[in-house]
């Protein structure tokens, strides 16, 4: 699976929108971008992921560059609960009987009032 | 609430015992996860058991074993505990697609070693 590298910490005014890179310039054609996020001590959550394409959902969208080699995890409207160490995660299909997840160290996000 | 749920969430325990950590998956999924969080290593893959098998190993010591049920819950076994072994355990579950897989982790279960 890729190697990813991402800034080690972030801040965001609250309301804004926050835009968190990742670089993954080793990504091969058939890995995903997958992002997560882990609140203080909480169990990770899943946000988002994608292959080519951008993608939205409720939580996040995700933007991925032409070449894939970096990725933009956009939190829309950021909120104090958005404060979080986010993960960006390469991997690749392991033909539906699962896999890992390789955990960096992640970007950690502080929305600030 | 991820839908996965783990058991105890805390736990407390002296060098050289031995503890039993326990998860139940969301509904439907097949896979277990185990991972490890410590202060100094970040989040680590110990294991992965697939509808009852083992299906990949990471960095999971010998000391440590894990097992997962006909109903698909999984059981995680540390022994000879040591200092070093405290850490936040925390459990996934995910359906697999053939492309793609979300795991979704419960709250975790805290150890502490003394």
């Known amino acids: 699976d890729a190697k990813t590298t991402q800034p080690p910490s972030m801040d965001c005014a609250e309301g804004r929108a926050a835009n968190l890179p990742c670089n993954h310039s080793?990504?091969?054609?058939?890995?995903?971008v997958y992002w997560y996020r882990q609140i203080h001590s909480q169990g990770p959550q899943y946000i988002i992921h994608?292959?080519?394409n951008n993608e939205t959902n409720e939580m996040a969208s995700l933007i991925i560059t032409e070449d894939r080699k970096s990725s933009t995890l956009i939190l829309p409207h950021a909120t104090l609960r958005d404060t979080a160490v986010y993960y960006c995660?390469?991997?690749?299909?392991?033909?539906?009987?699962?896999?890992?997840?390789?955990f960096g160290q992640g970007t950690e996000l502080s929305v600030k009032p | 609430d991820s839908g996965v749920t783990q058991t105890p969430k805390h736990l407390i325990t002296a060098t050289g015992q031995r503890v039993t950590l326990r998860c139940s998956p969301r509904?439907?999924?097949?896979?277990v996860y185990w991972y490890q969080q410590s202060l100094d290593q970040g989040l680590q893959f110990l294991i992965q058991?697939?509808?009852?098998?083992?299906?990949a190993k990471g960095n999971i010591l010998e000391r440590f074993s894990a097992q997962q049920f006909p109903d698909l819950h999984s059981e995680l076994n540390l022994s000879s505990l040591e200092l070093g072994d405290s850490a936040l355990y925390f459990c996934?579950?995910?359906?697999?697609?053939?492309?793609?897989?979300?795991?979704?982790f419960g709250p975790g279960t805290r150890l502490t070693v003394l």
């Open positions: 509904s439907g999924d097949l896979s």
């Open positions: 994608g292959l080519k």
């Open positions: 058991y697939y509808n009852g098998e083992e299906r």
């Open positions: 080793t990504i091969s054609g058939n890995e995903y």
């Open positions: 995660i390469v991997r690749a299909p392991h033909g539906g009987q699962g896999g890992k997840l390789i």
């Open positions: 996934a579950s995910s359906v697999e697609r053939a492309s793609y897989n979300e795991q979704f």
